[in-house]
């Protein structure tokens, strides 16, 4: 995925909005909380964090081209970091960013989701 494709599919999503911060990384936000990252990578290529269940956390850290996503599992939030597609490809990464977006969705206030018009 490129970040034009990445920042692509994050604007298709609902209520979303996107700013550029944290050292020229592509923030993704609903609702105000962060969803998505692209950008952070400690090689040449472009790599997406996103939110996912402890479940999924567990399975995909041991991944190839997949790890827990720097800064976030590090202080025990459940975030993988897609950096290749040894083990995910473009689809499944889109699947995996939405979910993320539905997860953090579903946390924020009753009062904001109503407002934003997501499902209360």
């Not at 999924?56 to 996503?69: S, T, V």
């Amino acid at each position: 995925m490129t970040l034009d494709e990445y920042n692509g599919f994050c604007a298709s999503l609902p209520h979303t909005t996107h700013v550029v911060q944290w050292g020229g990384a592509h923030v993704w936000k609903v609702g105000g909380k962060v969803f998505a990252i692209g950008g952070w990578t400690d090689g040449e290529g472009f790599a997406v964090s996103f939110k996912v269940s402890e479940m999924a956390f567990d399975i995909l850290k041991e991944q190839p081209g997949l790890r827990p996503a720097p800064y976030l599992a590090s202080r025990g939030m459940k975030w993988i970091q897609h950096q290749t597609g040894e083990s995910m490809d473009d689809d499944g990464l889109r699947d995996y960013i939405g979910e993320s977006h539905r997860i953090i969705a579903a946390k924020l206030p009753r009062s904001t989701r109503v407002q934003l018009g997501l499902s209360a």
